[in-house]
């Protein structure tokens, strides 16, 4: 539900500030026959944002319990459908009619146990829900307790159909694939994964310096304008980050809803598929998984209820399952795992809600699914940053994710990854000032992979209040004989750091923020926040460059290093932010924070901006911007090549060196995920993936002169002719 930009979070925040009496009633404003159609609306339209367990997300709010009886239950319950029809304007197509607005209202008031009555919830209706059944709902709203009409049944040694939509729904489930197995491939190797074949794509950004970087040239600037279409394939509906990877001609490919399926990389022929059975409500923010791992025989994969699998590769057949965390607590996973040094390593999510565990990065055996390690991502008691916190008591200590996939340095064995800012967002929102650190926070973290040993960690914003968190990708280059690992936050700060101790070595702004105070401190890399964004209260909203949508985001970057310049795709889009109070108990907690998205002063409305980094000096080398934002990764190429898709549907390749515009091809739908390249039967092939996911609240408002499609997941994947002609 189109909750986080304009009006709806920060109205239903608003609406919550009173006290309720409960109004007399002798029976409910909805009828039960709404509850179904409309948790199909809400599972179709809302669920990214709000989550399937209705708690919300850093994208909407929470739609059940008290804070959402407090707000509705003594208002007219027409005001609801007309305040869920204005938030969703830009979400619901006007083909599904003005019904499914009192619908979605009439499931959300069923899962807070308001009454039903006898008569249909429309817009006009000036009636209160009133008070609920039962107490308060359950904070898991995954079942709205009504059978689903038209839904097949079994009796009588048949299959039978109530009504046409049910026969509809039944021949969209249909289908049936016998999985084979792949031919003989070989085992992944440490040294594998340390210098993969040219020909393959075997870690998130393909090496394990997450440099993005493919060797391969077959297509390069001189021919590239001969790309065409070589095979593609439908995939599940959900926010499609993935990153396929390639290995023995075969491409391992996740899906939303927590699919993998082998597929023969040069035609697109399915070979297996494997389909894990996640709790529906283990799902949030449409469930992106953007990385797998490979290593010897078998896939490991990160699960929306907080579990680490493996597969066999060939087959695709579980091997084991361990459980990481509870994913009832809110913990889940958007990233993946990597090998180092023969250890499978991975992050957790869901941190925002206040729990003693916190967050976490574990170490697990690949053989057997055992937990090696856990390194805690939070300063606890007993660690010598204890006192970062300010005096909160642990179990309030929310923030730490790991959003984002490591690199490894397979030299210094040591696993670099970025942690996500403190939660609440805001610093008076969770009883803090900008003045505690909050370790380990907004970090880069080095941590020994055979021990879960934190070498050591540089904190890239103390306090952070607003957000603007520094926690994706980190690339490992080396300069001079020097090694680094550089990084961008949402704030387009680019940082670089020396990656044997961490020290600060240099960062710079690769696009116009006004949230620190200027010029930067390029001698410290000490930040200093703007004095009304420091001293910020509760309720109080300011006006930051960029927006929460960042700057730069998930959306990774990629070195080239014929020019040793990173190449970033960045967002030129601003906000007015205010912190909200949130409940300071064990299970409470949440991102406690809502913004309005506003254009970028001097942008003049180019969302989108790309930009090449000289990472030598940190000097722009060019930049290109355009009316469209850049939705993929960036993959880089000895070709000369960089490639990326864009928001108007556009597959682009760019000269690396100049930023010209090669090539271009338009899609069925805004790109996303991450660009790879491989080759397979000595034939170069270029994959990128469709498919929309949480960015589309904003950029549906802030482009609407963009079709944006509803749906669209596929991956598309090109090759040059037999004959390519310059």
Known sequence: ????????????????????????????????????????????????????SM???????????????????????????????????????????????????????SANQFPAGSGLLLSDIRQAPGKPEVGMASAVAAESGVAEKGADQEGGGRRAWEGASGVAEAAARAGRWIN?????????????LRNPPDSAWLNWRRTQDGQGFSPLKQINAENV??????????????????????????????????????????????????AYPHPPESRTLGGPTRNIAIYKDRLFV????????????????????????????GYTHSAGPIIADGVVVSGINGCERFKKEGCFITGH???????????STIALPGDPNDASWGGIPPELRGGGDNWIAGSYDPKLNLVFLGTSQPKPWVAASRGMTVRSDALYTNSTLAIEPRTGKLRWFFQHMPGETLDMETGFER???????????????????LWKLDRKNGKFVDFTELLPQDIFVKPLDRKTGKLVYREDIANAKIGDTVAACPSIYGGHNWQASAYDPNSSSLIVPLHQICMEFTGRKVDMVEGGGGYGGESTIVPMPGANGMLGRLTAV?????????????????????????????????????????DSATGKVLWHSRLGAPLHGYPITYSVGGKQYVAVSTGMGVFKLMTAREAPDIYQPSGGNALYVFELPNDPTP
């Open 1 to 52: 539900m189109n909750a986080a930009i304009r009006g709806f979070t920060r109205t239903a925040v608003f609406l919550g500030l009173f006290a309720i009496s409960w109004p007399a009633q002798t029976q409910g404003v909805y009828s039960s026959s709404q509850v179904t159609p409309g948790k199909g609306a809400y599972d179709r339209y809302c669920v990214e944002c709000h989550h399937g």
């Open 55 to 109: 708690r919300g997300t850093g994208h909407g709010p929470p739609l059940i319990g008290r804070e959402f009886v407090d707000r509705w239950a003594a208002r007219p319950a027409g005001e609801l459908v007309d305040f869920i029809r204005s938030a969703m304007s830009t979400t619901v197509p006007a083909s599904a009619g003005e019904r499914v607005f009192a619908d979605m209202a009439a499931y959300i008031l």
């Open 180 to 192: 084979q197995s792949t031919p003989d491939i070989s085992k992944v190797t440490d040294e594998m």
């Open 225 to 274: 304008r001969s790309l065409r279409l070589a095979w593609s394939i439908t995939m599940r509906d959900g926010s499609n980050q993935v990153t396929p990877l390639v290995h023995d001609g075969i491409m391992f490919l996740t899906h939303p809803a927590n699919l993998i399926q082998a597929i023969d990389a040069a035609t697109g022929s399915l070979i297996w598929e494997y």
């Open 302 to 329: 990160a699960t929306y209820d907080a579990a680490l699998i493996a597969l066999d590769a060939k087959t695709g057949k579980l091997l084991w399952r361990t459980t990481k965390a509870d994913y009832t607590k």
């Open 365 to 375: 055996d690949p053989n057997t699914g055992q937990e090696l390690w856990r390194t």
């Open 475 to 493: 690339v490992l280059v080396d300069l001079d004989g020097k090694p680094y690992v550089v990084t961008v936050g949402k704030d387009g700060i």
């Open 614 to 654: 000289d990472l030598r000096d940190l000097s722009t080398k060019w930049s290109h911007t355009q009316r469209a934002m850049f939705l993929t990764g960036v993959l880089t190429t000895a070709g000369g090549l960089t490639f990326v898709g864009d928001l108007d549907r556009y597959f682009k390749a760019f």
